[in-house]
């Protein structure tokens, strides 16, 4: 083989190397080297991510992601949280803005296609129906034709339109979605259970109630990009040692969490995985 053509291949070699995903296999030694680890996480989505009274974003995975930092660089504070929303946050992942996602990530097959996930760390009930105090729906079915207020990237949506038959109204942010409740725009906000029965503990929503009940139970976990083995091994390290020491627990309990049993039980095999 000629040497122009020994280049030729070598040149083609480095480019399916690159296209496989051995190009972010670097991201655990880009994030020590900067000394700073970048999280896409929400911060308008209760109790995950949110903005306190300081304007601070906190939450149960802002504590999850700080631990990580902390984990990977040795301080909480070695952080950059990038508020993302639905709709965006794996393009930020894949498009290298964040190096990791803590925002809500649902574990679909979908999603398993784009980027990979870290270990799981919460099943979270599915998406539930908000609605008026005197509505007299219960059912998905029932929700057939009629314009239900809903956020732009969530999983469930074309399960919403393509099996309930749902005229869903998507919103890029949820106050939009719950100003155009309030004005009648919709009959309902379908979302996250877990926010919406947050949502009911605030004053000015005491007119409203949870109508239709979830219809399933979903792991979340982290996202990070496709093929990074070596940062993903690095996180789930991380987040496990943090389920061990019960820091989870006590995230649920700052946060007002009902205590998740899903979460007692990897606690506690954690623990012993660690004896």
């Known amino acids: 083989m000629t040497k122009i053509k020994k280049l030729t291949v070598s040149a083609v070699a480095?480019?399916?190397?690159?296209a496989s995903g051995a190009a972010v296999a670097g991201t655990l030694e880009d994030v020590k080297s900067r000394d700073k680890l970048i999280v896409g996480v929400k911060n308008d989505y209760p109790p995950y991510g949110f903005l306190n009274d300081k304007g601070e974003?906190?939450?149960f995975e802002v504590s999850l992601a700080k631990y990580v930092a902390k984990e990977l660089l040795g301080s909480e504070d070695k952080i950059e949280l990038v508020p993302v929303v639905a709709a965006n946050r794996i393009e930020f992942l894949t498009a290298g803005r964040v190096d990791a996602i803590f925002a809500t990530l649902g574990v679909t097959a979908d999603r398993d296609k784009v980027?990979?996930?870290t270990t799981?760390?919460?099943s979270?009930?599915?998406p539930s129906v908000l609605m008026a105090k005197e509505a007299t729906i219960s059912k998905w079915e029932e929700l057939k034709g009629k314009p239900v207020c809903g956020i732009q990237g969530?999983?469930?949506n074309?399960?919403?339109t393509e099996e309930f038959g749902i005229n869903l109204v998507a919103f890029k942010g949820q106050p939009e979605a719950y100003r155009a409740l309030k004005d009648n725009r919709c009959i309902g906000f379908v979302f996250d259970d877990m926010t919406l029965q947050q949502k009911l503990k605030e004053a000015d929503w005491s007119n409203y109630k949870i109508a239709v009940a979830p219809y399933e139970f979903l792991p979340m976990a982290g996202g990070i990009r496709e093929g990074d083995a070596e940062f993903q091994a690095a996180v789930n390290k991380a987040i496990e040692k943090a389920e061990g020491e019960g820091k989870l627990i006590e995230w649920e309990t700052e946060f007002g969490m009902p205590h998740s049993d899903y979460i007692a039980e990897r606690a506690k095999a954690a623990a012993a995985k660690k004896n």
Do not use: Q, W
């Open 154 to 156: 969530s999983y469930y």
């Open 115 to 117: 980027i990979d996930f």
């Open 158 to 160: 074309k399960k919403m």
């Open 57 to 59: 974003i906190v939450g």
């Open 14 to 18: 480095l480019a399916a190397m690159f």
């Open 120 to 122: 799981e760390y919460v």
């Open 124 to 126: 979270a009930a599915g």
